[in-house]
């Protein structure tokens, strides 16, 4: 019997699936949260778009950094370990940031939050390849995804709630305390998966090597640019600048703006939801998930086409969609994790993180620059001119993307589709 279905898949989804989605759930919200607290982010540390952009985007870039060590830890101790003492990191990240005074410590709590939270996705589809046969592992990943970006609704109207009780410093200082919590759960919940969840051995001169050898593949190179400009574009506008956007552009005051967001993040669940179901249903009539993949990038991009336009109206659908649809950006994860031996998981998903948070850190921190160059609106906020040529950038990159993917047919060549299942 293969080792993977001695625990019955109800035992997996409780015992591994639901508490590494807790810590993925935190690591959503603290991604999102200053979407909604931007404006007293910036009136109490003087912020303009440039700064609020390069604070938020610190978290993607402490986050990016330790990708590459994140995944030779895993690939060694195990997702369980690793994941518990992260987000113990992420409790003191919250603690420095709920009492820091200015935007230097605002910077450092936000990168050990970022920190501490690197791990959220990776422990988590580790623990899938760990746990899951291998033809499971798009529908585990996009459910586990689903789970916790529910940390993605939790950043909109409940934090625009829990603010009407306290400020943003008391919201951090509970978030420190349900982290705590979030590791605690971890280290007693899930159990160790025998003979493997100890990890590889062997030296660091190994572990890089396997890090070599994802980076040296010309498959991890054809299917990264799309998978990296879609996915920092879903993740950079959902954590920051969608908010701005429609405030800016659509005019709404912080309850409504954090009411669209809500709707937003709900489409970001119902797509990650749906998509579980709709890897399996494609397979059937025989298109593999990076098929699936580039069906998505399609309405992606003429959601964001079409937010340029500013037809009346129509933002938060627009937004709605974007979200709904760029969900299947995650599809590569699992590709590549099938692609490569189960040994160098870890470091085939970390690998991919290390350029998608480095590409939402650049982007959330870029668009705050392009906002920048044009002048403050006469009624407060930024320039719809720097909104939509911000987006403008973004979107072109995602193209330029597609059209990479499309050109590299024949030297990298990654089915679209499969044989029907009988």
Same mark, same amino acid.
């Given at each position: ?38 404006? /007293? ?8 778009a440039t ?23 895993? /690939?060694?101790?195990g ?67 689903a ?43 899930v ?10 051995g062997g030296?660091l ?42 405030? /800016? ?22 797509g ?11 397979r ?88 920048d ?27 330029l ?22």
């Amino acid at each position: 019997m293969n080792e993977q279905l001695r625990f019955s898949p109800t035992r997996i989804v409780l015992t591994v699936t639901l508490p590494f989605a807790l810590g993925h759930f935190l690591s959503y919200l603290y991604r999102n949260v200053n979407a909604v607290i931007a404006d /007293d982010l910036t009136r109490e540390a003087g912020l303009d778009a440039t700064g609020l952009g390069l604070l938020t985007a610190a978290y993607f870039l402490s986050f990016a950094l330790f990708q590459i060590p994140l995944g030779m830890l895993l /690939d060694r101790f195990g997702p369980r370990r690793v994941q518990a003492t992260l987000l113990l990191v992420a409790a003191v990240g919250a603690l420095v940031f709920s009492f820091a005074s200015d935007l230097h410590w605002l910077t450092v709590g936000r990168a050990f939050i970022g920190i501490g939270v690197a791990g959220g996705l990776m422990s988590a589809f580790k623990a899938n390849v760990m746990w899951w046969p291998v033809e499971k592992l798009p529908s585990a990943n996009a459910g586990f995804m689903a789970l916790g970006s529910l940390g993605a609704l939790a950043a909109t109207k409940p934090v625009e709630q829990v603010l009407a009780y306290t400020d943003w410093r008391g919201l951090f200082l509970g978030l420190a305390v349900v982290t705590v919590m979030a590791a605690g759960t971890i280290l007693t919940v899930v159990p160790e998966r025998p003979g493997i969840s100890g990890g590889v051995g062997g030296s660091l001169r190994d572990a890089l090597g396997g890090v070599r050898t994802v980076l040296a593949s010309r498959v991890f190179w054809r299917l990264a640019p799309l998978c990296v400009t879609m996915h920092a574009a879903l993740l950079g506008y959902q954590g920051l600048w969608a908010g701005p956007w429609i405030r /800016d552009v659509e005019r709404l005051d912080r309850a409504a703006t954090a009411t669209a967001l809500s709707w937003t993040a709900v489409a970001l669940i119902v797509g990650f939801l749906s998509l579980s179901v709709l890897v399996e249903r494609a397979r059937r009539v025989g298109i593999a998930p990076a098929g699936v993949m580039l069906i998505g990038a399609v309405p992606t991009l003429l959601a964001q086409a079409l937010l340029l336009l500013q037809l009346p109206g129509m933002s938060t659908p627009l937004w709605v969609a974007f979200a709904l649809f760029g969900t299947t950006s995650m599809l590569p994860y699992a590709v590549l994790q099938q692609h490569f031996p189960q040994a160098l998981a870890g470091r085939v998903g970390t690998a991919m993180n290390l350029l998608v948070f480095s590409s939402v850190f650049g982007m959330q921190s870029g668009v705050g620059w392009i906002i920048d160059l044009f002048p403050v609106a006469a009624g407060g906020g930024y320039a719809v001119e720097g909104h939509r040529t911000g987006l403008a950038v973004v979107l072109g990159l995602q193209i330029l993307a597609l059209a990479w993917f499309l050109a590299w047919r024949r030297s990298a060549p990654i089915p679209i589709r499969v044989p029907p299942a009988p």
